[in-house]
């Protein structure tokens, strides 16, 4: 078909692309400093769409701006249902939620990572979401423990050598 016959999308059609970021269905605990994050993103969300506001006649801006009012709405909610945990109060004992947990694998390969909130997790930067299949075999666990971390590219066998929550209260 001809584009000459293709109608395009004016400013109230392209509104429609916008699709909401799902909410998760697991209860939202964060650390207290991915919470500060997100509301630190949260208030700079709210800046940009000030500024771009009175360009809204703009087809550009006013699809920015509603690019923006979802994840406005996305953050809020998530805001608004955030249980914040204080890893400061855990000691010892087990890991648990904010743990930053030191492994290894048969090879003697070492890995770091920290559990937190789904909304924290960047796995480049070694912090893990709590729901995560990783997480999920590490909490609850000791140092000296063995688990299995359940991957795509297949199970890897992983000794706890030691945990702490230090990492975690930054």
């Known amino acids: ?33 991915g919470l500060e994050e997100m509301k630190l993103r949260l208030e700079n969300l709210r800046q940009q769409h000030t500024i771009l506001k009175p360009q809204e006649d703009n087809l550009t801006a006013k699809s920015r701006i509603k690019m923006l009012e979802a994840d406005l709405r996305y953050l809020e909610k998530r805001i608004q249902c955030a249980i914040p945990v204080d890893t400061a109060t855990h000691t010892g004992g087990d890991i648990r939620f904010g743990a930053t947990v030191k492994l290894m694998d048969g090879e003697g390969t070492q890995y770091i990572f920290t559990i937190v909130g789904e909304d924290e997790a960047r796995a480049e930067a070694g912090s893990i979401s709590w729901v995560s299949p990783l997480a999920r075999a590490l909490l609850g666990k000791q140092a000296g423990d063995v688990v299995i971390w359940q991957r795509p590219a297949g199970d890897l066998e992983l000794e706890i ?10």
């Not at 692309?17 to 697991?26: A, C, W, Y």
């Not at 050598?161 to 930054?170: C, T």
Request: proline share 5%; hydrophobic share 35%.
């Open 1 to 33: 078909m001809s584009r000459a016959f293709v109608k395009e999308q004016d400013g109230d059609q392209a509104d429609a692309d916008i699709i909401e970021r799902p909410q998760s269905m697991h209860p939202n605990y964060m650390t207290l400093h």
């Open 161 to 170: 050598l030691s945990f702490n929550y230090e990492l975690s209260k930054n």
